[in-house]
């Protein structure tokens, strides 16, 4: 059986005379999850819902989007670049995180989802990259007019961090299109990789639940640069050992 992936949505309010809140997720994110042999399903947040999603899917893919509240991680100040809080994704996402560790269920976070995966397990994030952290990198590449499947900057990868198992490679060649990234590293999490200013690419989690965070956008890359589907396989491959697809023995 294939194994069954839950992809976290965003949300968004419609303008007009009957505005209203809608979820959205772009495409690429279930084409890559299907293209690695997943069966995406998408999780509208209801907090209640957590345990009994986690009994229905075998992996998670949290997605891309917009900032987190910062007194989240303990910003007291929110710097004015932040935008688009929702507090009900991001206590949905935490709770979908604390549990499905718990759980065993393989966790993909991407771009924003690897700051919750980081948040959610206690670390904390720089606000602003270009205010905060001083740099060269243009890490919204939408600013220099590279297309999202293109790369604009690479990634040096730790030795011995799952990020090598899952690209087999030392460097990569990623997207880039955040303005925030992680400060300081949640203490569960590792170091997996960076971009050449120093800022944080990706992390990941010694232990017996399938855990990786990626800065950049490989669902944007995966048709262009096959390569960028590896962490998407390993994500089916993660779910598959762990979820109740293995146990029936498929
Ligand atoms: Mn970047």
Partial sequence: MKPIIG???SIVTTDGDRPERRYTLATTYS?????AGGVPIILPYHEGSVERILDIVDG????????LRPDRYGDTTVHPT???IDDLRDSFEVALVERAIARGVPILGICRGCQVLNVALGGTL????PDQHG?????RQSERTIPPAEPSHSVSVESG???ETVYGATSLATNSFHHQAIRDIAPSLRLAGRAPDGIVEAVWRPGPTWVLGLQWHPELMFRAHPEHLRPF????AAARAAGRSAAVGS
């Fill in 7 to 9: 992809i976290t949505p």
């Fill in 31 to 35: 084409d890559a999850v299907d293209a």
């Fill in 60 to 67: 998670l893919v949290l997605s891309g989007g917009a900032d």
């Fill in 82 to 84: 932040v935008y688009g």
């Fill in 126 to 129: 720089i606000q602003d990259i």
């Fill in 135 to 139: 740099t060269t990198i243009e890490h």
């Fill in 161 to 163: 961090s799952l990020l």
């Fill in 233 to 236: 396989q390993a994500l089916v």
